[in-house]
């Protein structure tokens, strides 16, 4: 079995994605950790089968999930790599891994790792979305689930971070190739970030990560959300989604790209900022009685 890291998974209704995954850490010989949402198809089946440790927790939001297992799993390796089950480990990536020993990185609390995103079997390679980092292996006992963030999900290690450039995780939710599911998802995910951006206008909620321009793919993040969230309602979507298309030539991703740019940068957002303006005046009115 292997000594130096386990693996994490979380799950829903996963049976079109977890044994692609499963199939492509086969051969790292890890342990493998499930945090399931309560799932009525056969997710558990197929996590059984694989051999894998399997919790159950009520899903409210990725970031609480998240700190639910990084909390209640016995880990006995060193470090931990935290997936989706949409996504997949490259054959690139997973010899990476196969050479991975802590001894090695003993400076080291966090690897991000190279992402391709696809929608509808499209692979977004502009507008932002590539090259794009994400920390996936973070030592364990160290790293952490930012609860500061109520839909984004990231966790935070103090001390040194570093970027594997070879290699993907690629992640693709083939559930979102029916739009409805893609709104409906994101319909639910607006009602989150709604109420995180309430909450930070009214001084009740604050960043973890420090916001540095030229700092860490995580700490550019955060400064470009304080950009974000300084910049006028309405007004913002709009901007974004040609910042998306022109700018960082979202153009090129044809059609189905540039449908993804528009639900997810304008049609997303304006949602998003539609909901902020009812949920002051939902407290504006309850303040008044």
Not at 3 to 12: D, G, K, N, R
Not at 67 to 73: I, S, T, V
Not at 105 to 123: A, D, L, M, P, Q
Request: aromatic share 16%.
């Amino acid at each position: 079995m292997n000594a130096e890291y386990s693996f994490i998974i979380l799950t829903f209704n996963e049976e079109i994605h977890l044994p692609r995954l499963l199939e492509s850490i086969a051969g790292l010989d890890a342990a493998i950790y499930i945090l399931d949402s309560f799932s009525t198809d056969s997710t558990l089946q197929i996590a059984e089968g694989a051999g894998a440790t399997v919790l159950q927790y009520a899903f409210e939001n990725h970031p609480k999930q998240w700190d639910f297992a990084l909390k209640n799993f016995e880990i006995k390796t060193p470090w931990i790599i935290c997936l989706d089950a949409d996504q997949v480990v490259t054959p690139e990536l997973q010899i990476q891994l196969a050479n991975f020993k802590n001894d090695d990185y003993k400076e080291v609390n966090g690897i991000y790792f190279s992402r391709k995103n696809f929608f509808k079997g499209c692979w977004i390679k502009h507008g932002g979305y590539y090259p794009f980092y994400l920390l996936k292996m973070i030592r364990f006992g160290v790293g952490y689930s930012d609860l500061n963030e109520n839909m984004d999900h990231r966790f935070i290690v103090p001390g040194n971070t570093i970027i594997w450039k070879k290699g993907h995780i690629l992640e693709e939710n083939l559930k979102e190739n029916s739009i409805r599911f893609w709104i409906d998802k994101h319909n639910k995910y607006s009602d989150l970030l709604a109420i995180e951006e309430t909450e930070r206008i009214l001084g009740l909620r604050s960043q973890t990560i420090k916001p540095r321009f030229w700092g860490s793919p995580d700490e550019r993040t955060a400064w470009l959300k304080q950009l974000w969230w300084g910049l006028p309602r309405y007004v913002r979507p709009m901007l974004y989604f040609n910042y998306r298309i022109w700018f960082k030539l979202g153009i090129l991703d044809g059609r189905t790209g540039i449908i993804f740019h528009f639900l997810q940068a304008f049609w997303f957002r304006l949602v998003v900022d539609i909901k902020i303006d009812e949920i002051i005046k939902q407290r504006k009115n309850a303040d008044r009685h």
